[in-house]
């Protein structure tokens, strides 16, 4: 008698083994698997193997652009740059849409106010995580282990003045917005630049990306742009309603 997964595409299969292995917060077993998919340990080993072939199995390059492929061309694109240009019009300052990626940030969106001055960075940008607003966010966000082993290989490089070069004092400060929910560079990244960003949740209320505001703080000195913190949230949580099943 045929099994059950023999009438199911082996494509299909492989696609919900990924699914399963992006929702984990953490590295699952193959038992974890096995009770997730519903199948048996060896069409999944099968179907593992394959996948770790092809490079897609194991965090790193192709995971990571399968992710931000699914995020950048999505039917859901048009929507979400849409919320971000209605924060850039609200607001008056540019804004941005991220992800974690490895160990640094990447741009997802970017929407330019009508300013002269300002600072350009497209999507598929990429800034470190420890003096870059949105990178402390994601990085605070993580599960204790995950957070713990990426600072551990961060290098910490001093980019201005105020940039935080020692893992302890970055601890406390990711602490910190761990508790106030949202995070600033105020002049870490580039002397000159602030920055305010804010959490974007998904279905499973994790933190899967984040929504930030940045700009001259001669035009936008901290203070100023924590007052926008309402309606960055307003904004993320309407991102959030994109990432719903």
């Not at 490079?55 to 790193?60: K, S, T």
């Not at 761990?178 to 000159?192: C, I, L, P, S, V």
């Not at 279905?203 to 899967?208: G, I, Y």
């Not at 940045?214 to 959030?240: G, N, T």
């Amino acid at each position: 008698m045929p099994r059950k997964e023999d009438n199911v595409p082996a494509t299909l299969r492989a696609m919900a083994v990924l699914e399963a292995l992006v929702a984990a917060e953490r590295p699952p077993s193959l038992a974890d698997l096995t009770l997730t998919l519903r199948l048996p340990k060896p069409t999944l080993y099968r179907m593992l193997g394959m996948l770790e072939g092809a490079g897609l199995v194991a965090p790193g390059p192709r995971l990571a652009a399968l992710g931000r492929a699914a995020l950048l061309n999505g039917g859901l694109r048009a929507e979400r740059h849409a919320i971000l240009a209605r924060l850039v019009d609200a607001i008056g300052e540019t804004c941005n849409f991220t992800m974690l990626d490895g160990d640094a940030v990447v741009y997802l969106d970017r929407v330019e106010a009508a300013w002269p001055l300002r600072m350009t960075l497209s999507s598929g940008s990429r800034v470190p995580l420890h003096c870059s607003a949105s990178g402390k966010l994601l990085l605070a966000m993580l599960p204790k282990t995950s957070r713990a082993r990426l600072i551990t290989h961060l290098a910490l490089t001093r980019y201005t003045e105020t940039t935080i070069t020692e893992a302890r004092r970055l601890e406390a400060e990711l602490a910190r917005i761990r508790a106030q929910k949202y995070a600033t560079d105020n002049e870490e990244f580039h002397a000159g630049l602030v920055c305010v960003s804010v959490p974007v949740s998904d279905a499973r209320k994790r933190v899967c990306a984040a929504i930030a505001v940045h700009a001259p703080a001669s035009r936008m000195p901290l203070a100023k742009a924590l007052e926008h913190l309402p309606s960055l949230r307003r904004a993320a949580a309407s991102l959030a309603k994109t990432f719903l099943d």
